[in-house]
C-alpha cells in the first residue's frame, strides 16, 4: 500500500481538450486529489447574440468538430421551438438517422482508438498496426461507415450544411439511402468483431463501482437520442422526470475553483451523462440485438462502473446499426419527398435537448421579433460529467490506496477513468508544428 | 477524384485558417475537378481520404515554420520533421503529420498528399483571424485552388 503518492498529469493524452489529473498523498495523508480544466471559457453564447436565426446553428456547429452534428441538431430544434417551427415527420426520422450517425462515428472513434489502447497496453493506436493489424484496419472501416453515413444526411459531418431550421436544404436520393442501407448490413461482421475484441479485452477493465444518479433523454417511443423528456434515474430505481424547458431546474449549473468548466448537480451531489447513462435510464428500448450484445457482455441496469462507459459504447454502435437500418427501411418504404422548409409561426424563446455521444446537451434561444439572437444558452454534456468524475476520483484514490497498485498503475486508473467518460473539454489546436529538412 | 482538406478549429484564431480557405473555396464555387472539404479537428478523417481512390490531396493548414506571420509554404511530408512530441494521439491536440504516418504504415496505396502550410500570427481562444493573415487570405484561397487544378504540380 503506497504511503507516499504524487501523480501530476498536465493535459491528460487521448481526451479531446485540456484536463489535468492532480493527485497528492504524504505520509497516507491525502493532499490533493483533483480533476482539473484549465480551458479558458469561448463565449459562444455572447456571439449568437445579434445574430439572424439562420445563422445560428452554423456558428454552434463550431463549438464542437466531433459533435458539430449533435450541436447542430440542439441549434435547430431550439430554434424551432422559439419560432413555432414544427417540422415534418419525414425531417424527424432524417434527423434521428443522422444523430445515430454522430453516435456510431463518435464511439467508433473513442473505443478504437482512444480506449483500445490502454486495454492493449499500447501508449496509442500507431503502434498497433503493427501488432493488431486487422483490429486496426477495421476500426477504419467501421469510422469511415460513420462518417459518410452521416455526411450523405447532413452533407458533411463536420460542420452539417444540409440541417436548417425548418427541414433540410437537400435531401438524400433513395438510392443513397438503399446503398447506405447495404453498407450497414455488410458491416455486421465488423460488429461482431468488435463485440468479440471486447469481450476478450473486458478483463482490463478496472473493476471500481460507485453508484450515481443517471441522466438521459428519454421518450416513449424509442431510446431516446434525437427527442423527448429528461429523465434521471437514481442507484435504488427512483426515477424522476423532467420537462426540456425545465433543463435548469435539473442541471443547476454551479461554479468551482479548479476549473474553468460550470459544475452541475440535480438530485444528487453529481450525476453521470453519457453511453451508460442513457443504458441505464432507458435500457428497455435498446434494439434485440444491441441487448443480446449487453447480456453477452454482463451488463444488466444499473451498471455502476464508470469505466463501463466504453462498453456501453460497443451496445449503443450495435443498436445504432440496426436503427438506421431500420429507419432506412422505412423512409425508403414511404418515399422520399421533397418538402419546402418550415417558416416560423411566431417569435419567443425556446430550448432543445438530443443527446450527442457524450450525453444529453442543452441548447436555449430568445429571439426577437425580426428573427434576432436575444439570447442564448449551451449546456454540453462533459461540464455535466466534471462533477461525477472528481466524486469518481474521491472513491476511487482510497480504493486504490488499499491496493498493492504502484504509482504509475495508480496514475494510469485515473487517466483510464477520465478517458472512459470520453471528455470533450474543448477544441483545442491542431497546427503543424515542422522543420524543413529539404 | 483530388480534395483540398481544411483542418483547424473555427475558434481557435489563425488556427482556423485551414477551415476559412475550404470554406472560401467551396462557397465561391470555385471547385473545380476537385473537391474541398473542412474537416474540423478531427484529423483522424483525414484517413478516408487517404486511399487509392483519391488522386491528391491538399492539406491546408496553420503551420509553425519559423517563417514571418502570414507567409505560405507548400510542402511534401518527406520535407519536413514534425517537432510535436506527442506520445500518444488524441482527437483534437493530433498531429495531422502523424495521422499521414498512420495512414503510410497501413500498407495501403496512397494518393500524393501535400500540404499548404501557412505561419500564424495568433493561436488561442477566440473566433477570427489576425490581420497577418486576414491581409494575405485571398492568396492562400488563390494558391490552393491553383494547386488543385494543377493536379498538384505548382510548387513554390
Same mark, same amino acid.
Given at each position: ?438 | ?91 483534437? %491536440?493530433?498531429? *495531422?503529420?502523424?495521422? =499521414?504516418? $498512420?495512414?503510410? #504504415?497501413? +500498407? ?29 487570405? %485571398?492568396?492562400? *484561397?488563390?494558391?490552393? =485552388?491553383? $494547386?488543385?487544378? #494543377?493536379? +498538384?504540380?505548382?510548387?513554390?
Amino acid at each position: 500500500m503506497l504511503r507516499d503518492l504524487n501523480v501530476d498529469i498536465h493535459h491528460l493524452t487521448r481526451v479531446e481538450g485540456h484536463g489535468n489529473i492532480r493527485v497528492n498523498v504524504k505520509d497516507g495523508v491525502v493532499e490533493q486529489c483533483e480533476w482539473q480544466v484549465p480551458e479558458a471559457p469561448r463565449f459562444f453564447e455572447s456571439m449568437l447574440r445579434g445574430r439572424h436565426y439562420s445563422e445560428v446553428a452554423r456558428i454552434t456547429s463550431r463549438i464542437c468538430g466531433i459533435c458539430s452534428v449533435g450541436h447542430t441538431l440542439a441549434s435547430v430544434k431550439a430554434t424551432e421551438s422559439a419560432l413555432g417551427i414544427v417540422v415534418t415527420e419525414q425531417t424527424k426520422k432524417l434527423r434521428t438517422l443522422l444523430k445515430h450517425a454522430e453516435n456510431f462515428d463518435s464511439h467508433v472513434l473513442h473505443i478504437y482508438v482512444l480506449v483500445a489502447p490502454d486495454l492493449l497496453g499500447a501508449p496509442s493506436v500507431f503502434p498497433l498496426v503493427a501488432t493488431h493489424g486487422e483490429v486496426v484496419a477495421r476500426a477504419l472501416r467501421l469510422k469511415r461507415l460513420g462518417h459518410e453515413w452521416g455526411s450523405l444526411i447532413a452533407g458533411r459531418t463536420t460542420h452539417p450544411t444540409t440541417v436548417v431550421p425548418g427541414g433540410f436544404t437537400r435531401l438524400p436520393s433513395a438510392k443513397d439511402l438503399a446503398g447506405m442501407r447495404d453498407r450497414l448490413v455488410e458491416s455486421v461482421p465488423d460488429l461482431l468483431a468488435t463485440l468479440e475484441t471486447i469481450t476478450a479485452l473486458a478483463p482490463m477493465i478496472p473493476a471500481f463501482d460507485r453508484p450515481t444518479e443517471y441522466m438521459a433523454l428519454s421518450s416513449a417511443e424509442e431510446y431516446a437520442l434525437y427527442d423527448g423528456f429528461v429523465q434521471t434515474v437514481l442507484p435504488d430505481g427512483d426515477r424522476a422526470c423532467y420537462a426540456v424547458a425545465d433543463y435548469r431546474s435539473c442541471t443547476n449549473e454551479y461554479v468551482v475553483p479548479q476549473s474553468t468548466a460550470k459544475y452541475t448537480r440535480n438530485r444528487s451531489d453529481s450525476y453521470a451523462v453519457g453511453a451508460l447513462a442513457r443504458f441505464n435510464v432507458n435500457h428497455d428500448q435498446l434494439h434485440p440485438e444491441a441487448k443480446r450484445v449487453a447480456a453477452s457482455l454482463g451488463m444488466q441496469p444499473y451498471v455502476t462502473n464508470p469505466y463501463m462507459n466504453s462498453v456501453a459504447q460497443v451496445v449503443e454502435i450495435v443498436h445504432s446499426a440496426y436503427e438506421g437500418l431500420r429507419l432506412i427501411d422505412e423512409l425508403l418504404a414511404e418515399g422520399i419527398a421533397e418538402e419546402s422548409l418550415v417558416q416560423p409561426a411566431g417569435y419567443g424563446s425556446g430550448a432543445s435537448a438530443v443527446e450527442v455521444p457524450r450525453g444529453i446537451l442543452f441548447h436555449e434561444y430568445a429571439y426577437d421579433r425580426d428573427g434576432m439572437c436575444t439570447n442564448a444558452n449551451c449546456i454540453i454534456p462533459t461540464n455535466q460529467n466534471h462533477a461525477n468524475i472528481q466524486a469518481d476520483f474521491d472513491v476511487l484514490l482510497p480504493h486504490l490506496l488499499a491496493t498493492p497498485a504502484s504509482e504509475e498503475q495508480v496514475g494510469r486508473a485515473f487517466e483510464m477513468l477520465v478517458r472512459a467518460y470520453d471528455p470533450c473539454i474543448s477544441c483545442s489546436t491542431h497546427h503543424l508544428d515542422v522543420e524543413f529538412v529539404r | 477524384m483530388r480534395y483540398l482538406i481544411g483542418v483547424g478549429t473555427y475558434s481557435g484564431l489563425d488556427d482556423s485558417i485551414g477551415l476559412r480557405v475550404a470554406e472560401a473555396v467551396s462557397a465561391r464555387g470555385l471547385e473545380s475537378g476537385f473537391r474541398a472539404i473542412e474537416i474540423g479537428g478531427s484529423v483522424l478523417d483525414l484517413v478516408h481520404y487517404l486511399d487509392d481512390g483519391v488522386e491528391s490531396v491538399l492539406v491546408v493548414d496553420t503551420a509553425r515554420m519559423g517563417r514571418a506571420p502570414g507567409e505560405w509554404m507548400i510542402f511534401e511530408p518527406g520535407d519536413v520533421t514534425s517537432r510535436k512530441d506527442l506520445s500518444c494521439v488524441s482527437t483534437h %491536440e493530433g498531429d *495531422v503529420l502523424g495521422v =499521414v504516418r $498512420f495512414a503510410v #504504415s497501413l +500498407g495501403r496505396p496512397m494518393p500524393r498528399v501535400t500540404f499548404l502550410g501557412i505561419e500564424p500570427a495568433q493561436i488561442g481562444s477566440g473566433i477570427g483571424v489576425s490581420p497577418e493573415l486576414d491581409e494575405r487570405f %485571398e492568396e492562400y *484561397v488563390e494558391a490552393s =485552388v491553383a $494547386f488543385c487544378m #494543377s493536379r +498538384g504540380n505548382v510548387r513554390t
